[in-house]
Every structure is written in structure tokens, then in C-alpha cells.
């Protein structure tokens, strides 16, 4: 409650390795819990997995989202309108690609958009030839995604590659609005955006 009370407490458990690692809500009370999975029979291997419940804590879907054959590690959750809801995490190294997008060697950072019944519309991978991680994720008021992580670049042109600063924006249609690396200074070794959000003109805070 609000005052701090308990009003009930689940588990989801899949019978192998579960994380959970964000929550949201609907306008309509929905939540939205979103995490990953061990795939089954393949230890290393990790699914996206988003479940959604009731006000009351009762499932109406249990989904996996297998973007790559390999790690696939939903890291935040948002929604917007209450039909459009946005996933945000990592891609690990693999060798061969399935599912959504297309094979990769590094790290990416993904984001992909589902429906309120759970169905897949798009996904979009951030991949800037290194290693790539979505940390956080924020919608605007058009309805637009962002979201936040770290990059590996170098500092200069010709200088030392060093985890930066990232963020993405990218339309309600799946099309990316800017995808950019930042530091804060010359000597930074590393940098991660951990919170994200934008303000009512639409600039994007970090």
C-alpha cells in the first residue's frame, strides 16, 4: 500500500534460473514485470521474459522473447497508453542469430516493442561495433523511447576505447530518432547511464 503495508507477494518461478529486474504499471492497473530465464537445457543460454498480472497479483500472460541465440537479458520495462509497452536490455556475443533481428558478435544493446496481449511488433538493436548495454528506458509524451546504457568508444579519434555514456531514441513505428555516445570529460575511463527521462519539451535527461 501506501503506506508500506504488504498486499500480496508472488513467485514466478519457472523451474530454472528467473531474474526479474523491472516493473511498470497501465493506466489500467496492469503490472508488468520484466526479467529473464534460463533456456531450458542450455545453461549458458538466457530468454527475455515479461509477465503480466492483475491488480490482484494473477497472471494473464507469461511470455519468452528469444532475440538472439544466446543471452538475451531484459533490463527495464515501460509502458505507454496502456497497449504499447517497451522492453530494453542486452544482447550477448553468439555466434548465430534466430528470432527478431539479425546475428552478432559484440554485446548489443535492444530495445523491442509489444502489444497489451504480449505479441511482438519490432525490435531495434544498438550496435555501434563494440559493446553495447541498455540499463534504463523512459517513453516521452509522443510516445518515443529512450533509452539509457554505456557504449565502448574511444575517446578520440585514434585514442583509447573506453565504456561511454549511451543513449537512443527511437519513434512508436520502430525508427531511430539519434543513437549517440557522450562523456563528461577528457580523462573518464568509464561511463553508464543508469536513470533516463525527458522533460515536457521533450529533451532527454540523464
Known sequence: TGDGDVVWNKVFDSGTNDSGNSVAADSENNIYVAGYVNTPGHHNQWECRVIKLTTDGEIIWDKTFSLLAGKTDCQTIAV??????????????????????????????????????????????????????ANTLA??????????????AALYAGGPVRRMFMAAKTTADGSTVFSNTYRAGLNDSYGSVTGIDTDKEGNVLI
Open 80 to 133: 505507454h497508453n496502456s497497449t504499447e509497452i517497451y522492453v530494453a536490455g542486452t544482447l550477448g556475443a553468439v555466434s548465430s542469430g534466430w528470432g527478431q533481428v539479425p546475428s552478432t558478435t559484440t554485446a548489443d544493446a535492444f530495445l523491442f516493442k509489444i502489444d497489451d496481449a504480449g505479441e511482438m511488433q519490432w525490435a531495434e538493436v544498438t550496435n555501434k561495433g563494440r559493446s553495447d548495454n
Open 139 to 152: 517513453i516521452d509524451k509522443h510516445g518515443n523511447a529512450i533509452i539509457g546504457g554505456d557504449s565502448q
